[in-house]
């Protein structure tokens, strides 16, 4: 019997024109190999999945063919990576990796993103330095 976090269900995954809009207008991303990956933070204890497969990768089957192995890649990897994240994956047209082929450069645009957010996050909560001159009487 599989374990539940190998499951890929409806909270795992992006629903939704405003919510793809939300993430990829959040303007943080990283491209890795043929990988264009955008994430927002989402404030849950989780990931959430988007794909975005063109026409210009292949016919119905192929593109459908690259998003089950992308999902494949999330389920089977997520729990090595950073959680609180939505995450939108674009795809540009390319020759079709291996399952580890995607699982690497999907792993190394999330780990890049979690790192600037956490920079940004650590900006925006930092106290500005307080003034160092002694006080004048």
Not at 20 to 47: D, I, K, M, Q
Not at 98 to 105: F, G, I, K, P, V
Request: proline residues 7%; aromatic residues 6%; hydrophobic residues 35%.
């Amino acid at each position: 019997m599989p374990s539940s976090r190998f499951t890929f269900t409806a909270e795992d995954r992006l629903k939704g024109r405003t919510a793809f809009a939300e993430v990829h207008g959040g303007r943080t991303r990283r491209e890795s190999g043929p990988l264009l990956v955008y994430a927002l933070p989402n404030g849950l204890e989780r990931l959430r999945l988007g794909l975005s497969v063109g026409r210009r990768c292949g016919n119905a089957v192929g593109r459908n063919r690259l998003k089950r192995l992308l999902r494949e890649t999330f389920r089977l990897n997520r729990g090595s990576w950073p959680v609180g994240y939505d995450l939108l994956v674009v795809v540009r047209p390319h020759e079709e990796l291996s399952l580890a082929a995607y699982a690497t450069h999907l792993e190394s645009a999330i780990q890049l993103l979690d790192e600037t957010w956490r920079k940004r996050i650590r900006k925006q909560t930092t106290p500005p330095a307080e003034d160092p001159s002694p006080p004048s009487a």
